[in-house]
């Protein structure tokens, strides 16, 4: 059996994602920098693949999170769990220091396409810069940054 990081559930040896929370649970092996000089080259692309995974890297962290979107993927300080419903625990992330609220925001996928919207949180979510008014959905691209309070994420779709 293999432990999940994330949510602790115990997955059989193989599985790629938590069969529980859809987190990536084989490291990633490129260091940011070379991460970011690879995925430059098809910046912009808004399709999620099939298998639907997304790649959070947060700022002066080394390892991103790898997601599984299977229906909603819930950006917060709660780590619940539920067949349709991912929820990312930022709190081991300084998520408290930074404002990001317990249910920040929500990143929906619909088919191919993922959206992000702002759950009325405290300190507001910004996409590349712009503030993201509470419950606006607006469509994710690979590239993008999100700020959840003061938290910076980048969010990349995985080809
Ligand atoms: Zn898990």
């Known amino acids: 059996m293999q432990l999940c990081p994330h949510c602790g559930h115990q997955n059989y040896e193989g599985v790629v994602f938590c069969e529980k929370c859809g987190v990536a649970l084989v490291p990633v092996p490129l260091s940011t920098r070379q991460l970011v000089e690879q995925e430059e080259a098809i ?11 997304l790649m959070l890297q947060l700022e002066d962290d ?7 979107v299977r229906q909603e993927v819930i950006l917060g300080r709660i780590s619940e769990q539920s067949n349709t419903t991912s929820y990312i625990n930022l709190s081991q992330y300084g998520a408290d220091d930074l404002g990001v609220s317990r249910r920040h925001a929500r990143m929906l996928r619909d088919d191919r396409a993922v959206y992000l919207m702002d759950l009325n949180s405290t300190n507001g979510t910004r996409l590349n810069g712009e503030i993201l008014p509470s419950g606006v959905e607006k469509r994710l691209r690979d590239g993008d940054e999100i700020m959840l309070g003061r938290m910076r994420i980048f969010v990349y779709f995985k080809a």
């Open 43 to 53: 910046i912009g692309t808004s399709e999620l693949s099939d298998e639907g995974v």
């Open 62 to 68: 080394m390892s991103p999170i790898m997601v599984q």
